[in-house]
């Protein structure tokens, strides 16, 4: 619940240059803690009701673990990363969510996600020059909506309305998520882009969600051990998780024992092994260009990035603009405001290397 008090407003974050010019400037906030709650930073507001829409597939995949799925249908680690993905609908992509799918028995129908276009613009104009429609499959939830018939049908839940917030399988996601978050309850819903549930928590209670991903040891033993195979997955898959030339996929590849997921409307969420840390990160205009730019600068603050990977981040915080010809015509870039509220924020008993 928000605390009745005066909030500290969210800070300009990511600035727009064209030329030499300041054009754009986008605000965030942005909040780290332990998984026992102790905030270690906040920029702006920590208890500011958010929905991390995307952000939570991590944990929504934790009922095909927890319920045995994983291992009664053989869903294999790129299964479940893509379970956790936000995927841009490349062949690998659609392949291993039809593949998963014949195995259930099922086929793209199945799937309340709807058609959507891919998020891969090679792939919507492959789709488009063979005269064929975006089906459900192209739709960057349908992994995690295969992994939900996955717990459905290993429970012998009913695959119709597996989407509604009454289902067995959503109340099963929901405890698991109040529990993560350390929300007593989440009475504030509203529904997602896929048709699924989304919840809404304030940034801290994401941030606490996502700690968890980072140090399970105070859960429960069963919960600890789906934790750990949905962390390791995405760990192992990184292109499962989103796919080539994507934010997530990059970070994931070019931070250590780091974890991170993005969400609509400008959310990040990043779990940091190494510290035992969750961050959650929120753009007010929900700005994705401004979300990768905020959370890269975080993971470079906290020095998560892998010293032969430094590029590969920089390359999202610090980023060209580019014209219709090629040229550059400015940049993309943490406000000079945001990189130094980070530092003087960040505690010495961090021990960052």
């Not at 102790?38 to 597939?57: A, M, Q």
């Not at 995949?61 to 993905?85: K, N």
């Not at 989440?186 to 896929?194: S, V």
């Not at 205009?285 to 020095?303: S, Y």
Request: hydrophobic share 40%.
């Amino acid at each position: 619940m928000l605390k009745d008090r005066e909030q500290p407003i969210s800070l300009p974050a990511v600035e727009v240059f064209r030329g030499e010019i300041l054009e754009s400037l986008h605000r965030a906030t942005a909040v780290a803690c332990h998984a026992d709650g102790r905030v270690v930073f906040t920029l702006g507001d920590p208890y500011r009701e958010v929905f991390p829409r995307s952000g939570l597939k991590p944990f929504q995949a934790l009922a095909q673990v927890e319920t045995g799925a994983v291992d009664t249908l053989g869903i294999s680690h790129e299964e479940l990363a893509l379970s956790c993905a936000s995927h841009s609908a490349e062949p690998g992509h659609i392949n291993t969510v039809r593949r998963w799918l014949k195995r259930l028995g099922m086929d793209a129908g199945h799937l309340a996600c709807g058609p959507r276009p891919p998020h891969d613009a090679s792939v919507a104009r492959a789709l488009f020059l063979a005269g064929e429609q975006e089906t459900p499959l192209h739709n960057n939830c349908s992994g995690k909506h295969t992994g939900m018939l996955s717990a459905c049908r290993q429970m012998g839940w009913p695959v119709e309305g597996y989407q509604e917030l009454d289902h067995p399988l959503q109340q099963h996601i929901a405890r698991a998520l109040g529990e993560l978050s350390g929300e007593s309850s989440l009475p504030r819903t509203a529904i997602d882009g896929c048709s699924a549930p989304t919840f809404a928590m304030p940034l801290a209670s994401a941030a606490r969600a996502f700690a968890q991903l980072a140090d399970p040891s105070r859960l429960a033993a069963t919960r600890q051990q789906a934790v750990e195979r949905i962390f390791a997955a995405m760990r192992a898959h990184p292109w499962h998780v989103a796919g080539t030339h994507r934010s997530c996929t990059d970070f994931i590849t070019a931070c250590p024992d780091t974890v991170v997921k993005m969400g609509a409307e400008g959310f990040y969420g990043i779990s940091l092994r190494r510290l035992g840390l969750g961050v959650a990160i929120k753009v007010d205009d929900g700005a994705e260009r401004a979300g990768q730019v905020a959370a890269g600068a975080v993971l470079e603050a906290l020095k998560a990035v892998a010293p032969e990977h430094t590029d590969m981040v920089a390359a999202w915080t610090r980023k060209p603009l580019i014209n219709a010809v090629g040229l550059r015509v400015g940049s993309v870039r943490p406000s000079q405001l945001w990189v130094d509220r980070l530092h003087s924020s960040l505690h010495p008993g961090l021990h960052l290397q």
